[in-house]
């Protein structure tokens, strides 16, 4: 009974005429208003920064270096010690004054680096940025259009007062 049922519905369904009718007409709309629309979007960028800071620093950054004038002073101290000295003793007096005279010259150094003065000190270092990005993605547009306002997306920009064109699509069926 049921086969015959499914039989006898499959065959009013192929015999039945469906009748329908569409109808396109091409219409003018007059832009009204038009709204831009936006997408946003976060990116991290990097980029050099420069960053200062006030520290103290030594007056004088060469106090432990052996220059010119540890030299000096050891010459110096070479020939007050060769001078004093006698003898057999001499070059012993002369070695030990040019190492007191070097080693005089050195404390003098030392002392001079007790001193700081407050100093900007800059250096470059990346930081990274969070930037939002803006960017459109289209325009809502407002058409009056048959005495009907409605709205549509379009990824044109039009203005105000502008006129369009648009397919009108009309169909028609029977139930």
Same mark, same amino acid.
């Given at each position: 009974?049921?086969?015959?049922?499914?039989?006898?519905?499959?065959?009013? =369904?192929?015999?039945?005429?469906?009748?329908?009718?569409?109808?396109?007409?091409?219409?003018?709309?007059?832009?009204?208003?038009?709204?831009?629309? @936006?997408?946003?979007?976060?990116?991290?960028?990097?980029?050099?920064? @420069?960053?200062?800071?006030?520290?103290?620093?030594?007056?004088?950054?060469?106090?432990?270096?052996? /220059? $010119?004038?540890?030299?000096?002073?050891?010459?110096?101290? #070479? $020939?007050? #010690?060769?001078? =004093?000295?006698?003898?057999?003793?001499?070059?012993?007096?002369? $070695?030990?004054?040019?190492?007191?005279?070097?080693?005089? %010259?050195?404390?003098?150094?030392?002392?001079?680096?007790?001193?700081?003065?407050? @100093?900007?000190?800059?250096?470059?270092?990346? %930081?990274?940025?969070?930037?939002? %990005?803006?960017?459109?993605? /289209?325009?809502?547009?407002?058409?009056?259009?048959?005495?009907?306002?409605?709205?549509?997306?379009?990824?044109?920009?039009?203005?105000? #007062?502008?006129?369009?064109?648009?397919?009108?699509?009309?169909?028609?069926?029977?139930?």
């Amino acid at each position: 009974m049921f086969k015959n049922f499914l039989l006898f519905g499959s065959l009013m =369904l192929l015999t039945c005429n469906a009748y329908s009718k569409t109808s396109f007409y091409q219409v003018t709309g007059s832009i009204s208003s038009v709204e831009v629309l @936006k997408t946003y979007s976060t990116q991290k960028v990097p980029r050099n920064e @420069k960053r200062c800071s006030i520290q103290r620093v030594p007056v004088n950054q060469e106090a432990n270096k052996f /220059g $010119a004038d540890n030299f000096i002073g050891a010459l110096i101290g #070479g $020939a007050i #010690g060769n001078r =004093l000295g006698e003898g057999g003793g001499k070059s012993g007096a002369t $070695a030990l004054g040019a190492l007191i005279g070097s080693e005089v %010259v050195r404390n003098e150094k030392a002392e001079a680096n007790q001193n700081f003065v407050e @100093k900007e000190v800059c250096r470059v270092q990346k %930081v990274i940025h969070t930037e939002t %990005v803006e960017q459109i993605s /289209g325009y809502k547009l407002i058409i009056d259009v048959d005495g009907e306002t409605i709205s549509m997306n379009s990824n044109k920009s039009y203005n105000p #007062g502008d006129l369009i064109t648009l397919t009108k699509k009309i169909s028609y069926s029977l139930n």
